[in-house]
Every structure is written in structure tokens, then in C-alpha cells.
């Protein structure tokens, strides 16, 4: 299985601030056609299903505010949150859809300092 | 617009059978090259793929529930449902159905979740 280690399980950041959370992947699992890891980011909120924000690593679901971003090197991924905002309290999960069983990072909790 | 509806018993004494309807709107489940599946999360923990079936109906399972699960559809009805048999309290989660526009992609469609606990 591809295991995903996020990283840290959780921070607390205030609002207008930075939020980076990473994850790693135990494989490398760049995609050839097209330079990209297939890899997702979710966030959720309490009581609701998970959201998707990421697609191949970097790219933006139509919808999502464009202070998150995130990027790829090597097994390593990132989303960032340019600008904390009180909304985007929530746990955040990376995914991985390169091989089966599809797998999920533990999940990083982001709170409001 | 995409849309997931499930259903199911909430309360399922151990070593029974649970299982669950998603009901999809917006979109064909038998059509395009697309992948239907059910997830589960614990309470308080993370995300674990159960398993998909496939817009031509072939199904994909996890390992670690294999043997327990099984996925099926009925495409005059558009849903597909989750049986999972023997059932411990270590299924109690929520469960989720989720489906993606294409191959190749996350999950961008998910149903609202079913808690379900396993006690007798």
C-alpha cells in the first residue's frame, strides 16, 4: 500500500496567517504523461463529508478560494493556506489515487489561534 | 448538478450484515469511465477506501476488507450499495459514498455520510 504521513497532526495559526501542512508519500508516484502526482487534498468540516480542493497535486477545484495552493516535490506535497481565514478551520486530508487500495494521509487539524 | 443520497440502518448488532443505498442524481452511474466507492471514517480518525465499482461494473475492493465486502449497483435505478458482512464493533464509522467525474480524478461527489455502530 501507499502510505501517506501527513505532518503535523495539528496547528494553530491566526487568522490573516500561513497555514502549511505537508504529507508524504512512502512511494514516488509521479505520473509520466503528464508531470503530475496524482494526489488530492480534502478539507472537512465538523458533521459534513470531506471537500476537494486539489487535483494532481496542484491543481485548483473550480469553487476554491485561491489563497490555497499547493505544490509537489519528489514524495513530498504541500498545501498551503496563503491567508487564514476563520472558515478554513477544519481537519485537512491528502490522498492518493496512483494505485489500490487508495489511501489517505491521518489528517492535519487546522485551528484559529 | 451531482448528487449522492444514502441510505441504511444506523444500528447493526455484530456479526450481521450492514448494508448501504447510495442513491446518485445528476448523472448515470453506467455511463463514461468513472468509479462509484464507499468510504468509511471512525469517529475522530481518518479516511479508509472500501472499495468502488466501475461504470462497467466491475468492482475493486480494499484488501484489508475483502473478504467481507461486497459492491453492487442497480443501474435501472441508478445506486449502488455496500454489504458488509460480520460486522465488529471496529465497523462502527461513518460511512460515505463518493464518486469521481472521471478516471484519473479525486473524489468531487459525496454523499452526506450514514453513522453506523456496531452493538448488539
Known amino acids: 500500500d501507499i502510505v501517506l504521513t501527513q505532518s503535523p497532526d495539528s496547528l494553530a495559526v491566526s487568522l490573516g496567517e500561513r497555514a502549511t501542512i505537508n504529507c508524504k508519500s512512502s512511494q514516488n508516484i509521479l505520473s509520466r504523461p503528464n508531470n503530475k502526482s496524482p494526489v488530492g487534498w480534502y478539507q472537512q468540516k465538523p458533521g459534513q463529508p470531506p471537500r476537494l480542493l486539489i487535483y494532481w497535486a496542484s491543481t485548483r477545484e473550480s469553487g476554491v478560494p485561491d489563497r490555497f495552493s499547493a505544490s509537489e516535490s519528489g514524495t513530498d506535497f504541500t498545501l498551503t493556506i496563503s491567508s487564514l481565514q476563520a472558515e478554513d478551520a477544519a481537519v485537512y486530508f491528502c490522498q492518493q489515487y496512483s494505485g489500490l487500495p487508495l489511501t489517505f494521509g491521518q489528517g492535519t487539524r487546522v485551528e484559529i489561534k | 448538478q451531482v448528487q449522492l443520497q444514502q441510505s441504511g440502518p444506523g444500528l447493526v448488532k455484530p456479526s450481521q450484515t450492514l448494508s448501504l443505498t447510495c442513491a446518485v442524481s445528476g448523472v448515470s452511474i453506467s455511463s463514461d469511465n468513472s468509479y462509484w466507492s464507499w468510504i468509511r471514517q471512525p469517529a475522530g480518525k481518518g479516511l479508509e477506501w472500501i472499495g468502488r465499482i466501475h461504470t462497467r461494473g466491475f468492482t475493486q475492493y480494499n484488501p484489508s476488507l475483502q473478504s467481507r465486502v461486497t459492491i453492487s449497483r442497480d443501474t435501472s435505478r441508478n445506486r449502488f450499495f455496500l454489504s458488509l458482512t460480520s460486522v465488529t464493533a471496529a465497523d462502527t464509522a461513518i460511512y460515505y459514498c463518493?464518486?469521481?467525474?472521471?478516471?484519473?480524478?479525486?473524489?468531487?461527489?459525496w454523499g452526506q455520510g450514514t453513522q453506523v455502530i456496531v452493538s448488539s
Open positions: 463518493a464518486g469521481i467525474d472521471a478516471s484519473g480524478f479525486p473524489f468531487n461527489h
